[in-house]
């Protein structure tokens, strides 16, 4: 088993940074990938970057391509989500998963391990 927290949520303004952590615990000598997810208000959540083990491979949606950067360190077993040129449309409740399965993932049932969220919030 693995456990997720995530952390780093606040309140900003729009065109603000933020930086979310995912730490994880537990069985974390298994080589996982790590996506992060997010849920607006009366939205489904979606996915919105995802690395591997490695680093070798990231990818994120098109909405927050070349805003958002995610990194890890697996030293700290920690994932990094860098979120900069916030919008308000970037509200919503920000989650962390992991699955020890192979290849880029973007869909939530392909993750096994999830973290409880952190909200995000950013003002006009």
């Known amino acids: 088993q693995v456990q997720l927290v995530e952390s780093g949520g606040g309140l900003v303004q729009a065109g603000g940074s933020l930086r979310l952590s995912c730490a994880a615990s537990g069985r974390t000598s298994n080589r996982y990938r790590v996506g992060w997810f997010r849920q607006a208000p009366g939205k489904e959540r979606g996915f919105v970057a995802t690395i591997s083990w490695s680093t070798t491979t990231t990818d994120y949606a098109d909405s927050v391509k070349g805003r958002f950067t995610i990194s890890r360190d697996n030293a700290k077993n920690t994932v990094y989500l860098h979120m900069n040129s916030l919008k308000p449309e970037d509200t919503a409740i920000y989650y962390c998963?992991?699955?020890?399965?192979?290849?880029?993932?973007?869909?939530?049932?392909?993750?096994?391990?999830w973290g409880q969220g952190t909200q995000v919030t950013v003002s006009s």
């Open positions: 998963a992991a699955t020890p399965r192979d290849g880029v993932r973007y869909e939530q049932n392909e993750y096994d391990y």
